[in-house]
Each structure stands twice: as C-alpha cells, then as structure tokens.
C-alpha cells in the first residue's frame, strides 16, 4: 500500500508537507503543490478520507451540475470528472437540469445542503443567470464547457469549432448552407467564415432551430435541393442523427447533394452510416483541467485568480462530408 512517506520520497519533500497538501492547506508553494498531486496520482495514493473529512471539516464531495445525461457527451465528461476527482480523494453527486434554470437553481440549493466542497456546472441557457444562482453560496465553482463572466471556466472555442466547420464544406464545394441550432458561438464562427469566403449571408445560410428541425428542415430542403448542393452543420451529435435520418427519408444522397457534420465526436459518429463528421472535444482534457481548477480554489480561497482556459477543438472529417476525394 502506497503511503505519505513514499509519495514525500518521490517528491522530494517533507511528510508533513505531503499531508498539508493532500489535506488542502493553502500555505503550500503552487509548485510543491503540483508535484505532489503529480505523484499522488502517478503512485495511486488513496488518503483516508474518514479521517480527512473529520479534521479539515470537509464532505470530500463534489457536485456536477449537467444539462442533459442522455448526451453521449455529457456521459463521457462525466466519467473524465469522476475519475480525476477519486485522484484527489473526492467523489461526486450528479445533478441533470434538463436544460432548465428551475431545476439548475434546486441542485444548487440542494447541494449547498448537502455541504459540498465545490461544484462544476454546465450551465442551462447558455449560462443565463448562472452568477445569480452560484454568487452567493460561497461555494468554489468551475463552469465546464462555458465561458462565463465572473467564474472559472473550463471549456472549449465553440467559435473555432464552427469556423472549422465552414471552411470544411466550403472546401467541398457546397454553397448553400444550414445550422441546426441557435444564434450561438457555434453558429457565429460559422456565420462569419462563410461570410468571410463572399457568400450572400442573407440568400446563402439559413438557421433552423433544433427543436423545430422536424417540422421546418423537411420543407426548406425540398425548396432547394435540386439547385443547391447543402452543407448542414448540427449543433451535435445528437441532432446529427436526427438530421440523418431526415436525409435518408427524403432519399438525398449524402454527402453527393448535402454534407452533414455534428458537435462533440460521441460515439454515434462513428457507429451511424455514413459515418458522421464531428468536431472533437478534448473530454480527458477538461475533465482534468476542470478538477485541477476547482481543487485550486478550494485550497486557495481568498489568493485563487478567476481562470479562463478555452481549448480548441478539432475536426473529425468522415463519410457524411468528403464530397471530393481530394480532401
């Protein structure tokens, strides 16, 4: 079994300044600090909590605020979380808002009950009165997968991310374009590069709001199909299938008359035929980072600096997009 004294050996440091780290003492060097943790977790170390929590009056847990579970996505940062968190002796409770700010400000009362030493949220409504549901909880909180004014946040460049996208199809040749989604950074850095390459944005792209994409995309297609070949860009995976599915019914030949790319490089992608292009999220990455950020706080309350790391994404060019074999 690994002890204090054999991570204090491999660090180079004191027992005692092994224990003040592990325990969260906010007098500790931020490099001591780091290489600590660094051979916490390469050597397995697992603290006693019971005792932990008993004299640093700590829960020893974490909760993780998400919009929606059934995301593949959201699963998969998750499980990141998780396991980072057990590497500093943490475990988490798993709130799902549904995307709705009632339930988000629940969560965030329940969890101030249940005394949590933090909180990482993915806020609902693209962070809309999150500062007012978190500010006064005196609660360290890390935003994931946002960039929102007035926390720490852990996410990645949706902005990139859609200009990536754009320059994508462009480069395949298609000409008329549509984003399955809302007026957000994804569908701004989409908006803007097409822009950028001369296209008519007012006759060119054309924005379908996910939640009526079954109503409205069947109708707009067939007004343009047999002129126009389409690039259509979903906000995710999720709406990616949806999509597919619409394109299959109506019988268009994908990618030959329209391109399909989605968001977060689940899983789907990869099983759906044609394969489906997406734009990665760096899940291991944030789900690192995020932990490392939120453990910051919680150990350097008063002298911890609000952190912006915005990260950015790739795209993964399948089957559903490459128009040309010359990609």
């Given amino acids: 079994m690994v002890t204090m004294k054999d991570i204090a050996k491999k660090a180079g440091v004191s027992q005692a300044t092994v224990s003040r780290v592990i325990s969260g003492n906010s007098s500790v060097n931020p490099e001591i600090k780091r290489t ?3 051979w916490v977790r390469k050597l397995e170390y697992k603290p006693n909590l019971m005792a932990q929590s008993l004299v640093g009056n700590k829960s020893l847990l974490i909760g993780v605020i998400i919009t929606d579970i059934s995301n593949p996505f959201f699963s998969d940062i998750i499980k990141s979380i998780e396991s980072e968190a057990a590497k500093y002796g943490y475990s988490i409770i798993l709130c799902n808002t549904d995307d709705n700010l009632g339930k ?64 994508h199809l462009i ?5 008329k374009f549509i984003f399955v989604g809302e007026e957000d950074e994804k569908y701004r850095g989409f908006k803007e590069e097409i822009e950028s390459f001369g296209f ?38 999720i709406e990616a299938l949806i999509v ?19 968001f977060d490089n689940t899983f ?30 919680m150990c350097h309350k008063k002298e911890f600096k609000e ?11 399948r089957e559903s997009s490459v128009k040309s074999i010359e990609y």
């Fill in 268 to 297: 789907i992608s990869k099983e759906v035929s044609p394969s489906l292009s997406s734009v990665a999220q760096p899940i291991e990455e944030i789900g690192r980072q995020s932990i490392e950020t939120l453990v910051d706080i």
């Fill in 104 to 167: 988000e400000k629940k969560y965030i009362s329940i969890l101030k009950s249940y005394n949590v030493d933090g909180i990482l949220i993915v806020p609902s409504n693209s962070g809309i009165n999150v500062s007012k549901n978190l500010r006064n909880i005196n609660i360290p909180t890390v935003v994931i997968t946002q960039d929102v004014g007035g926390f720490s946040c852990i996410s990645i460049s949706h902005y990139i991310g859609g200009k990536e996208v754009a320059k």
């Fill in 36 to 38: 600590v943790m660094e």
């Fill in 171 to 175: 480069n395949m040749g298609y000409s």
């Fill in 200 to 237: 008519d944005i007012d006759k060119d792209l054309f924005l379908i709001n996910y939640k009526l994409v079954n109503k409205k995309l069947p109708k707009f297609l067939k007004s343009i199909i047999e002129d126009s070949d389409i690039g259509i860009f979903a906000c995710n995976d």
């Fill in 244 to 262: 597919l599915d619409i394109l299959k019914e109506m019988r268009v030949g994908i990618p030959e008359k329209a391109a399909l790319v989605g």
């Fill in 307 to 317: 952190r912006h790391v915005i990260i950015e994404p790739r795209l993964v060019v």
